[in-house]
C-alpha cells in the first residue's frame, strides 16, 4: 500500500489498512470501524511508560525548551497526544505531528521539515530524540536537525530471539521479549554491572523459569492437582514468580514452599537399609572425603572408626579420599555389615522430625500433590515418594525441568517407583523423551534458581511449629554479586508479561525458545557478561559444604602449556569444559594474547593438524625453561 500510494510519503491511514484487509480476507466493511475501535484499545491496554521517557522531559522541562513529539506511525496524533497525556507524558504547551495525519515521514525528512515549518524554526534548532539510526538520526541530520540516538528502547539481541518465536508460540515469546524490554526501560540501573545483571534476568531467566510455571500450572491442571510444593532450594524463585503467576491467572492453586534437602529427606527414607535405599549415600566416581560421606548420615568418624577400621586396613581419618574400593566397602557394611544397624537408627531419629514436618505442611494429608523441582538424577524424589507411599498419601506427581541419565544401571530399580509420576520440561534423559541437551542449560538454570539462604540440615519446634534449621539464614556472597537486582528484575516481568488468553496462547510451547536465549547467553556471552555473570559464585552437588566458586575464570599461560605437554588439550580435558565451569565466559576474561593463542589450538586440534606434536614438544621446552 506504501508502494502504490507514492512510498515514504504516502498519506496513508489506519482505515485505509483496513480497507485492504476488508477487500482481500473478503469480509464486511461495515466492521472497520469496529476493528479500529478494537486495535486502538488494545494498542492504549499494553502501552507502558517508560523512565527514560520522563527523564527526558524533566531534561526538556530543565532547559525551559518547548516538546513536540514526532511520530512514523499510522496511528492520528489525537491518539497519540492521548495516550501520552494518560501515562502524565504530556507537558503544557505539547505538540504531536504523526505521518499518518501529515502524509510525510521522518524516514524521508519530510516530517522533520514539516516541523520546523509550523514551529516558524530553523531545523538547526531542533534536537530529535530517537531510537532508529535511519529515520530518527541520519534522516534528521540530512535536513539539518539535530538527531540524537537513544536505543535503549530497542530490542536486544534476546529480545529479538524472542520475537522471531511469536508465530510457532502464538504471541506468547513475544510477550516476554515485551515484557523485558519494559523491565529494562523500568528498572534504573547506574553502571555497566547492574544494567547486564538486569538484562540477562529480563531477557533470558525470567522468560524460562515463567515458561517452566506456566508448563506446571497447565500440567497441574489438567491433572487435577490443586496444591504443588516447590522443594527448596531451587524452589525459592519458583515459588515467588509461581504466587505473583497463580493470581494473575485466578486458577486458585495452592502454591507452597518445602523445606527440604537431600541432606533432610534422603536418610530418613531409608526403612530397610537395601541397597537400593543407600545408593545416594556416595556414587560411584564422586569426589568427596570420608568425613563427608559420613555427615551424609548424621554420623561422626569418632562413632564408626572401629567398625570401619576392621573392615578397611589403610589408615583413615576425616578427610581421606573415598576411592571406589572404600565407597564398595562402606555400602556393604550399611546394608548388612557392622553399620547397619547404626544406619538404621540414625534414619529413623531422622525419619521422625522429617515426617512431622511433612505432615504439618500438608504433604501427608491425602491431598493429591504435584512436588516441583528442577531434577537430577532424583534421589530426593525417591526419598519424598517413598516418604508419601509409607505415610498413606496418594501418589505424588513429580514435575521437573530435567532428568539426568543413572549414574549406574542400579539404580534405576530405586527410581521405578516414582519415575511413572514423574514428568520433564525439556528433557528427560532416564526414559530417552524431551528435548536435545546443550552444555550451559542446566548450568544456566541453577544460577537463575540461586536461593538466599542456606541448605536445609534439620528441623525444630518453635512455638508449636516445626520450622527448618538451615545452614545459613542468608548468603551475602549472592547478595553482593547481585541476587536483589536479578529477582526484582523477574518479579516485573511477570507482572507485566501479557497473559490474555484473547492476545497469547499460555498453553503454548516456548521450550525451544526459552532454550534458544539459554544458548545465545552461554555460548555467545558479551565482554561484560563474562565478566558480571561469570562471577557468579557457584556451587557444587555435594550435600556435604558445598564448594563455592566462580563459574568462570580466566586462563593462565603456565596451565595453558601445561595442558598442551601433558596431552590435555588432546585428551579434551583442557580448556575446562565441565558442568559448572564457563568455558566461554573464561576466554573473554583471558588475555588477548592467550586467548587467541587458545582459539588458535582449539581450531588446530579440530582439524587434527599433523605439527601438533611439534608444537607440544615446543611448549615442553619453554615450560621447563621458565619453571
Not at 414 to 433: H, S, T, V
Request: net charge neutral.
Amino acid at each position: 500500500m506504501w508502494a502504490r500510494e507514492g512510498g515514504l510519503d504516502a498519506h496513508v491511514t489506519l482505515a485505509d489498512f483496513y480497507q485492504e484487509l476488508a477487500s482481500a480476507l473478503r469480509f464486511d466493511p461495515g466492521l472497520i470501524d469496529t476493528l479500529i475501535t478494537l486495535e486502538l484499545a488494545l494498542e492504549e491496554d499494553v502501552l507502558r511508560p517508560t523512565l527514560q521517557a520522563t527523564d527526558l522531559l524533566h531534561e526538556a522541562e530543565r532547559s525551559n525548551v518547548q516538546v513536540v513529539f514526532t511520530s512514523d506511525t499510522y496511528f492520528p496524533a489525537a491518539f497519540i497526544q492521548r495516550q501520552l497525556a494518560r501515562k502524565g507524558l504530556w507537558p503544557n504547551h505539547a505538540r504531536c505531528f504523526s505521518s499518518s495525519d501529515l502524509g510525510v515521514s521522518k524516514a524521508s525528512g519530510a516530517l522533520f521539515t514539516t516541523v520546523a515549518h509550523e514551529l516558524d524554526v530553523p531545523a538547526s534548532a531542533i534536537v530529535h530524540v530517537g531510537d532508529n539510526v535511519e529515520s530518527d538520526v541520519t534522516s534528521a541530520n540530512r535536513v539539518g536537525v539535530r538527531g540524537r540516538w537513544s536505543p535503549d528502547g530497542r530490542l536486544n539481541r534476546y529480545e529479538q530471539r524472542l520475537t522471531a518465536a511469536r508465530w510457532e508460540t502464538a504471541g506468547m515469546a513475544a510477550a516476554f521479549a515485551g515484557a523485558s524490554r519494559v523491565a529494562r526501560m523500568r528498572i534504573p540501573c547506574s553502571d555497566v554491572r547492574s544494567r547486564v545483571l538486569r538484562d540477562v534476568a529480563a531477557g533470558v531467566a525470567a522468560p524460562f523459569l515463567s515458561a517452566y510455571i506456566l508448563w506446571v500450572f497447565h500440567r497441574a491442571k489438567a491433572l487435577g492437582l490443586t496444591r504443588l510444593y516447590f522443594v527448596a532450594r531451587d524452589g525459592q524463585v519458583f515459588t515467588e514468580l509461581a504466587t505473583i503467576l497463580n493470581g494473575r491467572l485466578n486458577w486458585n492453586l495452592d502454591v507452597r514452599y518445602l523445606y527440604a534437602s537431600r541432606q533432610t529427606v534422603n536418610l530418613a527414607a531409608v526403612y530397610e537399609g537395601s541397597a537400593s535405599e543407600l545408593r545416594w549415600v556416595c556414587r560411584k566416581g564422586e569426589h568427596i572425603s570420608l568425613g563427608s560421606l559420613l555427615r551424609r548420615i548424621d554420623t561422626e568418624l569418632s562413632e564408626v572408626a572401629p567398625a570401619i577400621a576392621s573392615i578397611w586396613p589403610g589408615h583413615i581419618d576425616a578427610s581421606t579420599r573415598v576411592t571406589d574400593d572404600l565407597r564398595a566397602i562402606l555400602l556393604a557394611a550399611m546394608e548388612s555389615g557392622p553399620l547397619r544397624e547404626l544406619v538404621l537408627k540414625k534414619a529413623a531419629t531422622r525419619r521422625d522430625g522429617v515426617t512431622a514436618y511433612l505432615r504439618q505442611e500438608g504433604l501427608l494429608d491425602e491431598t493429591s500433590i504435584g512436588i516441583v523441582d528442577i531434577g537430577g538424577v532424583g534421589s530426593q524424589a525417591t526419598a519424598l515418594h517413598r516418604l508419601c507411599m509409607r505415610n498413606g498419601q496418594p501418589r505424588p506427581r513429580f514435575f521437573f525441568v530435567g532428568l539426568d541419565p543413572y549414574p549406574d544401571p542400579s539404580q534405576a530399580a530405586a527410581n521405578a517407583g516414582w519415575l511413572p509420576d514423574a514428568e520433564c520440561y525439556i528433557f528427560d534423559l532416564q526414559r530417552k523423551r524431551g528435548l536435545s541437551t546443550f552444555p550451559g542449560l542446566i548450568t544456566t538454570v541453577q544460577m537463575f534458581c540461586a536461593a538466599d539462604h542456606g541448605t536445609v540440615v534439620r528441623y525444630e519446634r518453635r512455638g508449636g511449629r516445626l520450622e527448618p534449621v538451615l545452614e545459613t539464614d542468608s548468603n551475602p556472597d549472592l547478595r553482593a554479586w547481585g541476587l536483589p537486582l536479578v529477582r526484582n528484575t523477574l518479579r516485573q516481568i511477570v507482572t507485566e508479561v501479557v497473559l490474555d488468553e484473547e492476545l497469547v496462547d499460555r498453553a503454548a510451547d516456548l521450550r525451544p525458545a526459552v532454550c534458544d536465549v539459554i544458548r545465545e547467553f552461554w555460548t555467545h556471552p558479551t565482554t561484560d557478561e563474562a565478566h558480571v555473570w561469570g562471577a557468579f559464585p557457584f556451587e557444587g552437588m555435594e550435600m556435604s559444604s558445598p564448594a563455592v566458586k566462580s563459574l568462570a575464570r580466566p586462563y593462565r599461560w603456565f596451565e595453558t602449556m601445561n595442558a598442551v605437554v601433558d596431552g590435555s588439550f588432546l585428551r579434551g580435558s583442557f580448556p575446562n569444559r565441565a558442568w559448572n565451569n564457563w568455558h566461554e565466559a573464561a576466554v573473554l576474561l583471558t588475555p588477548p594474547l592467550l586467548r587467541r593463542s587458545i582459539r588458535f589450538v582449539e581450531r588446530i586440534l579440530k582439524s587434527r593438524h599433523p605439527r601438533i606434536r611439534v608444537w607440544r614438544s615446543r611448549a615442553r621446552w619453554l615450560r621447563d625453561k621458565f619453571r
